[in-house]
């Protein structure tokens, strides 16, 4: 039994025969037709899920971990409007999501009818391609559609993908058997750069003493990780990283902030490199990027499988279009090594600041940066940690990469707007990963109904500062008279009984013997997804965290 409407079984169909198989749909009359048709389908998994902007980001989350489109279906009117955080994010991070906008047929809009709106192409500043499928629409061209859409979701680099479905009443006719589609593959030349343009890169590559490579945000890649130490350890070149780029080898520069807040104006010259090669994502660092628009590289040279143009500072001279695997086994063998000296400047000096760093926390009193300190040393191992955007991400850089982390963060677009969702939909892609969030207040709050759908191995730790701590922080609000009202937005809201109507467990802390007595019970409950909220003193925090960078810049 499926929907009598052609095109959306249509739709449901060729989903199947694409392997794909979730699918998150919020409740609506317009969207029967697609409902009918995918909730009743063999292969497809289905969640229901009201609220649709926490459904786009269950979609992200669950389409992160699976690596291949979620689809979301809704239907029209704002209901539509509200997956547009999700489908930012999903654009700037490059996951793959289909979005299924139910829509009323051309001549209902703009005439007074209900949940009608100009719904076509609505994404467009921030969508890979955006489609409309009529009931009039032949199956042919039908068919061509689905079949490009979920083409272009996956290639040659992921992203979301918009079919708008507009549909006649009745919606909810059904009959036995829908329509059958043919599924069609586009073939795809491989990226591979020519042998000559390599040679043509590795001659003007060796050419440079200070060569610098930064990872942006991605998930682990192992054989690249492998490469990378070969350039670190072999060739003198200088990898910079993030928690967020998940890549791990000893002489890797991480912990980027820390270093550069060491670096003297006298001496940024030395630091600075003549080539600069990216890829991956965004960067988080502030101070990076600061550093190397003020500190430009004679060359700056961006990895990306699409050709995107990344000029994050401002220096960029080409882009090179393959994968970054690709591209750094074949030119690998071309490159002769650098000299040690610019290495070792870095590597260095990273070392000394470890050690101020370390010092600088063996006597630091209770606050954010304490917490922080003691948490990534009491997550368990093989965790899928979810970095909420604001201050949890930035601390989690002063640290460095645990191997044994697989690292999440919406970088794409740093919204606090779908934190909880998207740890949430990853959890449910895979069970029997733990994944732990840990989240600000605000961000907390603001995403409150992510709660409702979360799985048991969604573990949740709330750094409760009493409001936007980073305001305190970063120059400018900090000293506004209106930092507490509409920067910070102050509050002393607690998690507790919100939690608890979840049917959540909750644990709590306000120092560090609570917070150590907790752990190991909030991370061995089995049975429910779990919070435990940690209270830390707003306005001491700030200071202790610029004393902690004046401390490094000694
Ligand atoms: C959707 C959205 N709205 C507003 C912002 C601006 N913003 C950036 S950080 C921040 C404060 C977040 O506070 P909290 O989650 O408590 O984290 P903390 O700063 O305390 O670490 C805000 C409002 C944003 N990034 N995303
Ligand atoms: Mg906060």
């Avoid at 292969?43 to 926490?54: C, L, P, Q």
């Avoid at 306000?510 to 003193?537: C, G, Q, R």
Wanted: with cysteine; hydrophobic share 40%; charged share 25%.
């Amino acid at each position: 039994m499926t929907s009598n409407k052609r095109n959306a079984a249509l739709l449901a169909d060729l989903f199947v025969k694409h392997g794909l198989e979730d699918i998150i749909i919020s409740p609506g009359s317009r969207n029967a037709p697609v409902i009918i048709s995918f909730a009743g389908k063999k292969g497809v998994k289905a969640i229901s899920i009201v609220d649709e902007r926490s459904a786009g980001f269950y979609a992200l989350g669950m389409a992160q971990q699976k690596k291949k489109a979620v689809a979301v279906s809704c239907t029209s009117g704002t209901a539509a409007l509200n997956y547009a955080p999700a489908i930012a994010e999903a654009y700037y991070q490059k996951i793959p999501l289909l979005i299924f906008t139910a829509d009323r047929p051309a001549d209902f809009i703009d005439i007074g009818d209900g949940q009608a709106i100009r719904q076509k192409n609505v994404y467009k500043n921030y969508i890979k391609a955006s489609f409309e499928i009529t009931e009039d629409t032949s199956k042919n061209l039908a068919e061509k559609i689905i079949n490009k859409a979920i083409d272009l979701a996956h290639h040659p680099e992921p992203g979301p993908v918009h079919i708008n479905l507009p549909f006649n009443e009745p919606l909810y006719d059904t009959v036995e058997k829908g329509e059958e589609g043919n599924v069609e593959n586009f073939e795809r030349t491989a990226n591979a750069l020519s042998e000559s343009y390599l040679k043509t890169l590795a001659a003007r590559w060796n050419n440079y003493e200070r060569v610098m490579i930064i990872a942006g945000q991605q998930d682990k890649n192992p054989e690249l990780n492998r490469i990378l130490s070969g350039f670190v350890n072999d060739k003198r070149f200088v990898v910079l990283i993030e928690t967020t780029s998940n890549f791990h080898d000893e002489n890797f520069v991480g912990c980027i902030d820390n270093v550069l807040v060491s670096i003297k104006e006298a001496e940024e010259k030395i630091f600075k490199p003549d080539l600069l090669v990216t890829f991956g994502g965004h960067i988080v660092s502030k101070k990076i990027k600061k550093y190397l628009r003020d500190n430009k590289p004679v060359e700056h040279w961006h990895i990306s499988p699409s050709g995107q143009q990344l000029d994050t500072f401002f220096s960029l001279t080409k882009t090179i279009k393959s994968g970054p695997l690709e591209f750094f086994k074949t030119i690998d063998d071309l490159l002769k090594p650098a000299s040690f000296v610019f290495a070792n400047t870095w590597i260095r000096r990273r070392n000394k600041i470890i050690e101020r760093r370390d010092n600088y926390l063996s006597k630091v009193s209770y606050s954010d940066l304490k917490v922080f300190d003691l948490l990534f040393d009491h997550i368990p191992t093989e965790t899928v940690l979810h970095l909420g955007n604001s201050t949890p991400v930035r601390y989690s850089q002063l640290f460095g990469v645990k191997e044994w982390f697989t690292y999440r963060s919406n970088r794409g677009v740093s919204g606090i707007d779908g934190q909880i969702s998207t740890a949430a939909g990853t959890a449910l892609a895979d069970k029997s990963k733990l994944n732990v969030l840990i989240t600000g207040d605000l961000g907390f709050f603001y995403d409150l109904n992510g709660l409702t759908y979360a799985p048991s191995n969604l573990k949740i730790i709330l750094i409760n500062n009493g409001g936007g701590g980073i305001f305190r922080f970063i120059p400018g609000p900090d000293s506004s008279p209106f930092l507490e009202k509409f920067f910070e937005a102050k509050h002393n809201r607690k998690a507790e009984d919100f939690v608890k109507a979840f049917g959540i467990k909750y644990f709590t802390a306000s120092n560090i013997t609570d917070i150590v007595y907790s752990l190991p019970e909030f991370f061995n409950e089995t049975e429910k997804p779990a919070i435990l909220e940690i209270f830390t003193p707003g306005e001491k925090n700030a200071k202790i965290l610029r004393d902690y960078f004046k401390f490094l810049g000694k």
